[in-house]
């Protein structure tokens, strides 16, 4: 808005003993030298003026219930199909995390309209991660996963498949590779 028609000084509305000439452009609240804040479009009140975050950046709830649900189906997903992938091809094994982190970071981002979040990339290396032990599950998965479970021997195989990624450093760079790929996609 601009200045009152009759010219004459109006008190500021947040200090009232300062006389001013000048209204905010948006509101067109009375507003001090010392409480403008200039902005493209003209000098406004501390609240007009107040950055907001770009939509991109906001995340409802229902975006991240969206989003653990798509990691979650696509992480154990890929692990099964990789294990499938992997008999015929071991030396994949080599580019599956590569490939996964790709895959997983563009399905989160569209599932939440291309939103940008802190949480999305957690559930994004957190995924990487998920899918390469659903990888080191998957022949079990396929051939008998009531027998697994009965068995006892999920512990010691979930133990067996963590020590050997501990153990081969070269598996273990390749999975913080593709958390990274993941995390900076969604980033």
Known sequence: MSTSNTGAAIACATHPNVETYLRCAQCGKPICPRCLVMTPVGAKCAVCAKARLLPTFVLSPLNVIVAFFVTLFVAVGLGLIGSI???????????????????LAEAISRSVNRKRHLYLQILAGAGVVLSYLVLGFGEFFFHGPLELLQSGMLVPLALNVVMGTIISPFTLI??????WIAVYRVR
């Open 174 to 179: 390749f999975v913080a590779i593709g958390v």
């Open 85 to 103: 992938v992997l008999r015929i091809v071991p030396l994949l094994l080599i580019a599956f995390p590569f490939g996964v982190g790709i895959v």
